[in-house]
C-alpha cells in the first residue's frame, strides 16, 4: 500500500501523513505515474472533508487503472485521531487551509 498525498508540492511541504508521497491531483497522469504499480494498492487524502482533492486524485488513478481508495476526512481527521504528522510546519493547532 502505497499513501499520495494529492495536495500541492507547498502544502505537503508544510505537513503531510509520515510515509506518504506526494503527487498533486491535477498532475497525475499516465506520464506522471509511470513509477507507480499496478498491483498495489494506493491511499490517495488532501487536508479535510471538505476538500475534494483526494477524491479527484482517486478518480484519476481509477481512470489510469490503479487500485485506489480516498481516506475520508483526510489530514485533518487523521490528525484528530492523534496519528502523526511530519513537515515543516506542524503544530498542534488545526488549522484547514485547503492545500488543493
Known amino acids: 500500500m502505497t499513501v499520495i498525498d494529492a495536495m500541492r508540492a507547498e502544502a505537503f511541504q508544510r505537513e503531510h501523513i509520515p510515509g506518504a508521497v506526494n503527487m498533486p491531483h491535477h498532475e497525475m497522469s499516465r506520464q506522471t505515474t ?54 515543516t510546519g506542524t503544530s498542534e493547532e488545526h488549522v484547514i487551509s485547503c492545500g488543493c
Not at 499496478?38 to 487536508?47: A, M, P, V
Open 34 to 87: 509511470t513509477q507507480l504499480s499496478s498491483d498495489q494498492l494506493y491511499i490517495t487524502y488532501c487536508d479535510a472533508i471538505g476538500c475534494n482533492g483526494s477524491t479527484r486524485g482517486a478518480l484519476n488513478l481509477a481512470r489510469l487503472g490503479f487500485t485506489v481508495k480516498d481516506l475520508l476526512g483526510g489530514l485533518d481527521w487523521w490528525k484528530r485521531d492523534g496519528y502523526p504528522t511530519e513537515g
